[in-house]
Every structure is written in C-alpha cells, then in structure tokens.
C-alpha cells in the first residue's frame, strides 16, 4: 500500500475520492485514510489543513477507511462508523467526509486481529491449493512449469460468470457448468499444443517460453472481450458475520473452504487410492519405466491436463469470491504465489502444494499486519527462500541424487 502525501496518491488516475478531517472546525493533520476495492489498495495522510486526496483506476465501489488511531487522544469518529462505502456519480471525483466527536475508542487487540487475518490466510490458501496442484501435477507428469494456469484461473470466473449472467442460468448451475468447462478448456489447450509440441520432441525451456506466450495471448484475449472493468458474481461481497470470538466469515467465505476441503481430500484419494492416481504418480517418478510397464502415460497425462484446469476454474471461482471481482488479469495476480507454493512445498508433488499453498495463504494475510497491503506478497516469498536455503528440495520434496 503506498503512503505519501495526500495530492501524490493515485494523482495518474481519472476518478479520485477526496475529503476533508475537522474537529470542532479546526483541520486534523496526519490521519490516515485508505482506499481499497476491486483489487486496489492505496493509503494516504491529511496534510496540515486536514484535506485529503486519493486516485483509483476505475469508476467502481470502493471502501474507504479512516485509521481512528492515527486521530488525537478523546477524538473518535461519531456518526456512520470509521468504513464506509462510496461510489461515483456522473462525475469522475466523490468527496467522502467523516464526522467527528469525544468518545474513547474500541480498539481490537493484537491478538484477535492475528486470529482473524490467520482465518483468511487458511481460505485464501486452501483456494490457493486448488491452482497450485494443477501445476504441480502437469509439472510432475510432463515436466512443463505451466504459466498460463493463470488464465486458466481467469477462466473459470470468467466462465461463471457468463453461465450466470449472460444465459441466466442459476447460481450453482453456472458455476458446476463452468468447472466442467474449466475441465474442457484444459483438454483443448493440451490436444491443440502440449500434445503435438510433446510428439515433436520440443524441449522444456521452449515449452515453458510458449506457455509464457500463450498467457499474454490469453490475457489479452479476455481484455478484448470483457474489458478492464471489475465485474461481480452473485453474492460477491456479502456482508460477514460473527463465528466466535474475532473470527467473522461471510457466507461464501464458509462456503469456500467447505468445498475447497472437499475437493482437495477427493484429489487426495484420487492419486492414492485410484488406478489412474497410482499411474499419474508413477509418470511423475519415472515416465519411461511407467511406459515400458504398460501405463498409458499420453492418456493419464491428458486426464491430468483436465483435472488442472476444472481445479484452476474452481480457482477462479473462488478467487472471484474472496477478492471480490472478476477481471480480466485477476489469475495474473496471484500467479507468483501459485508458483511460490509450488516451489516451497517441493516441485512435483501435489500434497506439497497443498503444504506450501496453506503457508503462503497464512503468510500473506498475517503479514499485512506488519506491512502495508499492496506489498503483503513479499513477506510470502521471504518465508519461500528462507525454506529453500535450509531444505533446497522444498518441504515435501526429495532431494535429487547427482550421480
């Protein structure tokens, strides 16, 4: 989250909230103000006559935020809470004022804010996990660091969100449809590119480098098409309640981990208990004694393509949810991470992106506590190296023999 002065905050942007900090018509300097929504973060302080002023990217809803303990002692915010939603009119400037009054404020202690936050880390993870062993299952079986598993997150929202809103179809029937086209849309992309580029022999690097490709390809193809604006699925954003204690989820916050744990205990069972599980475990130790001992390696690789791309739609989904939004490069930004817990939790292996994927969700979410929010990624891929510099091979991973 960026911090400066109140005019150099977002001043490259068309729309722009501003306001002004009084208390008994004297301006209050120094209190903090930040802006956040549909994927945006940003922070700045009233400067000495108590204005101030923060850009945004889109003419969307925003949250905007007064930090109460940035205000001199006895002074509280009176009326309509220290959060409060605003939008845009016609115009492309919305000032948002806060009133103020005595009072002694509530604070929420250390603790219950790190409970909270470690709760969101746990959803953002198990979502996380979804992705992230979709790469590491086609890594494992073909070799391939996939880069477009980012806009096949990107798909499955997308996908959601034309069930749902374009043919009108229900909620839940939209969003199962767009799993299984998730599914689908894998397929294609491994019978109309992995599979003719694996026949022809073509090295892993170039294949890594046309995934690489194929992402920009696909971002830009999604831009086209539905544009650069933040869109919304049904019940996105829906208000969060009490659970016990600090904790407060909102509904599809629950509903979230629920099938996110759901899924991946299946995928689970499927690779230890099922043939083609066994098979797909098999290629990923070793593909030529997996042939050579009857497995269909260019099948179980094919149903492998599918299952990482209904698990990064189901993603993307959820990602839609927690965000909330959809937009056209939303699987891009979370990328690195997937790749980040991949890597952490050792290449390869699908439970160890489950491991790495929980860690860098948690991570994530508990370090905003100590560092601004549009930087908390870094603190995910400190805790990344600090791991490989002790254990190179990641958490679950084996270490290579060389020789």
Known sequence: MSSAHADEVGAEYEYAFSGNVQYQDKPVEGVKISVSGNGYDAETVTDAEGKWKIGVPEKEKYTITMDESTLPDGVIVAEGGSSVEAEFGLSGKKSVNFFLGQGERVVVSFSDQLIARFF????????????AIGVSLVFGTTGLSNFAQAEMVTFGALAGLFFSTVLQLPILLA????????????????????????????????????????????????????????????GAGDAKFQIFGPISLAMSDIISMVISIVVLAGVGFWLLRTRIGKATRAISDNASLASSSGIDVDGVIRIVWILSGALAGLAGILWAYFRPGIKWDMGGQILLLIFAAVTLGGLGTAFGALVGSIIIGVMVEVSSLFIPADIKYIGALLVLILVLLVRPQGILGRKERIG
């Open 120 to 131: 969101d880390g746990i959803n953002f993870g198990l979502m996380l996990a979804l992705a």
């Open 175 to 234: 969003l199962l449809l767009a799993v299984v086209a998730s599914g689908a849309f894998g397929w294609s992309l491994d019978a109309g590119i992995w599979k003719p580029l694996r026949k022809k022999g073509i090295g892993l690097v170039q294949m890594m480098i046309v995934s690489i490709g194929l992402s920009l390809a696909l971002r830009y193809v999604f831009l086209f098409f539905v544009g650069g604006s933040t869109l919304q699925l049904e």
